[in-house]
C-alpha cells in the first residue's frame, strides 16, 4: 500500500462523510429527528475525558463523527488495490464501518446494540452507513487501480467427485 493509495483512501473517506452527512441533514428536516452527540460521547469516553453536556461537545462530535470516515476510507483504499472492488467491495466496508460504529460506541458503554433499537433508527443507520460506503467505494474504485491480474474463479468443492 502506498502513501499515494492512503491519500486516496482519505480523501475517498472524507466524500463519504460528506454524501452521508448531507443526507443525514436532509432526513432531519423530514423527520425532525435531533441531531446525535454518540460520537461526542464514545470519543470522550475513548480520550477519558470528563462528561459534559451535549451542547458542548460539538467539535468533538464532528471530530469523531469525520475522522472515523476519514481513516476507514484508507481501509476501503486498501480493499480496491487488493482487488475488492465495486459493490460487492461496497457492502463488505459497509459492515466494517457498522462493526466500528458499535464495536467503539458499545465497547465505551456509550451506545446500545443495534438491534435493540427502533427500527426506524436502524433503518436510518443503515441508509446513512451505505451512502458513506458506496460513496467511499466509487470513488476509491475509480482513484486507485485494482491488481492487474482478473482472479481466477475457483472450483466447488464437489466438483469432480462421484456421489
Given amino acids: 500500500m502506498t502513501g499515494k ?5 482519505l480523501v475517498a473517506g472524507a466524500a463519504g ?5 448531507l443526507a ?19 470519543l470522550e469516553r475513548l480520550l477519558q ?3 459534559k453536556p451535549d451542547e458542548e461537545r460539538l ?16 481501509v476501503r483504499a486498501l480493499m480496491a488495490e487488493r482487488g475488492i472492488r465495486g459493490p460487492v467491495g461496497s457492502f463488505l ?14 465497547a465505551t458503554g456509550v451506545g446500545a446494540l443495534p438491534w435493540t433499537w427502533p427500527r426506524d433508527e436502524q433503518a436510518i443507520d443503515l441508509v446513512h452507513k451505505g451512502i458513506y460506503a458506496f460513496t467511499t467505494g466509487l470513488l476509491t474504485d475509480r ?17 469432480g467427485e462421484k456421489a
Avoid: C
Fill in 49 to 51: 475525558l470528563p462528561h
Fill in 17 to 21: 462523510v460528506a454524501a452521508m452527512t
Fill in 143 to 159: 482513484f486507485i487501480t485494482g491488481p492487474d491480474e482478473t482472479p481466477t474463479p475457483r472450483k466447488g468443492w464437489t466438483v
Fill in 59 to 74: 467539535g468533538l462530535n464532528w471530530t469523531m463523527h469525520w475522522g472515523q470516515g476519514i481513516v476507514l476510507g484508507a
Fill in 5 to 9: 493509495t492512503v491519500l486516496y483512501g
Fill in 93 to 106: 466496508f459497509l459492515n466494517l464501518r457498522l462493526l466500528n460504529d458499535q464495536t467503539l460506541e458499545n
Fill in 24 to 42: 443525514e441533514k436532509l432526513e432531519q428536516l423530514f423527520t425532525k429527528r435531533p441531531n446525535s452527540y454518540v460520537p461526542a460521547h464514545t
